[in-house]
Nanobody
């Protein structure tokens, strides 16, 4: 059973920082891209940032220069460092990964979601 377990999130004031981490566990053969999406109330889920197995990253325009995505392939983890947070960053953040489990085909897995609230 493959799963993604998220940690981090919480309440922070505007201009503050938070770090989100996500660890993939289970019978994993390999992992392709990993990343984070977010969904604010009343809005569609949107891509925040994604990183390939080779380390190439892509960010939403709204977070460029403020968020940094990194990955540890040995530990199957991905970390989103969020700086200069704004109220509009408030959302539920979901970890996402394209994983090839042992003995089967690739599948896109989701974490359970973690709340990030930016408010004074």
């Amino acid at each position: 059973q493959v799963q993604l377990v998220e940690s981090g999130g919480g309440l922070v004031q505007p201009g503050g920082s938070l770090r989100l981490s996500c660890a993939a566990s289970g019978r994993i053969f390999s992992i392709n891209d990993m990343g984070w999406y977010r969904q604010a109330p009343g809005k569609q889920r949107e891509l925040v940032a994604v990183i390939t197995s080779g380390g190439s990253t892509r960010y939403a325009d709204s977070v460029k220069g403020r968020f940094t995505l990194s990955r540890d392939n040995a530990k199957n983890t991905v970390t989103l460092q969020m700086n200069s947070l704004k109220p509009e960053d408030t959302a539920v953040y979901y970890c996402n990964a394209d994983i090839i489990p042992l003995g089967t085909f690739s599948y896109r897995y989701w974490g359970q979601g973690t709340q990030v609230t930016v408010s004074s």
